[in-house]
Structure formats: C-alpha cells, structure tokens
C-alpha cells in the first residue's frame, strides 16, 4: 500500500512539473527579450541620485560630472554639501545646471550645523 502511495506521490509531482514547464513555455512565446524593445517604448520612471559629500574635494568633480554626463530620460541628480571643510562647497556650486544637460535636473543644497548642535557644543556636551 505504501508503494502504491509513493508511486502516486511521485506521479503527481512530475505531473506538475510537465504542466508548469508548457504553462512557462506557451506564456513566453509572445514576450519579446528586452535587448529587443527600444527605449523609447519602455515608460522609465524619474530617477534621483543624492550625492551627499563631505570633504570629497578629490573625487567630487569627476563624480558630478559622471552623473551629468548620462542619457537617462528624466534624471535628477540632488548634490548635498555635508558641512564639508574644503573646497567641495566651492566645486558644486561651481558645476552649476549650465553644465548639464537640459533634461538633467540638477541641485546643490548645504547642510549646516543644527541649532541643536550648536547649543550642546556650548554646553560641554559635544566636543
């Protein structure tokens, strides 16, 4: 009897298998590869790339610029200014949009000290 079992056991589990493989099969004959769809039908979503920085004054440019220099068709790169203490500051705001292309969204934000880190510096509670 448990022979009998087995044997069904195994016989539907192949069974399965069969029909999941033709269920793939018949479902992907109509699907075209990507590497045959042009871009230009795919709908891409908008694309943010936060660069945040600090003291990066060696590799900012060339990241910036490698970024910018991309083809994606709604690209927004946000580059943050972390409270660096060179010139990282001074080479965003020198990459200004004139720079990129028109569909790039480009935009440099500074972040600076916090009133709260501020007031706990003065209270001895950060150094």
Not at 47 to 55: G, T
């Amino acid at each position: 009897m448990a022979d009998i079992l087995l044997f069904l056991v195994g016989l539907t589990g192949c069974g399965f298998v069969v029909v999941s493989l033709g269920v793939a099969y018949l479902g992907s004959r109509g699907l075209r590869p990507l590497r045959d769809i042009p871009l230009d039908e795919i709908p891409l979503p908008k694309l943010s790339v936060l660069v945040p920085a600090c003291n990066e004054a060696a590799e900012i440019e060339s990241c910036l610029r490698s970024l910018t220099a991309q083809d994606y068709p709604d690209l927004e790169v946000v580059a943050i200014n972390d409270r660096s203490t060179d010139d990282t500051g001074k080479i965003m705001t020198g990459r200004e949009p004139h720079q990129s292309p028109p569909a790039l969204n480009f935009s440099i934000s500074n972040i600076g000290r916090s009133k709260g880190f501020r007031k706990s510096r003065r209270n001895g509670s950060v150094s």
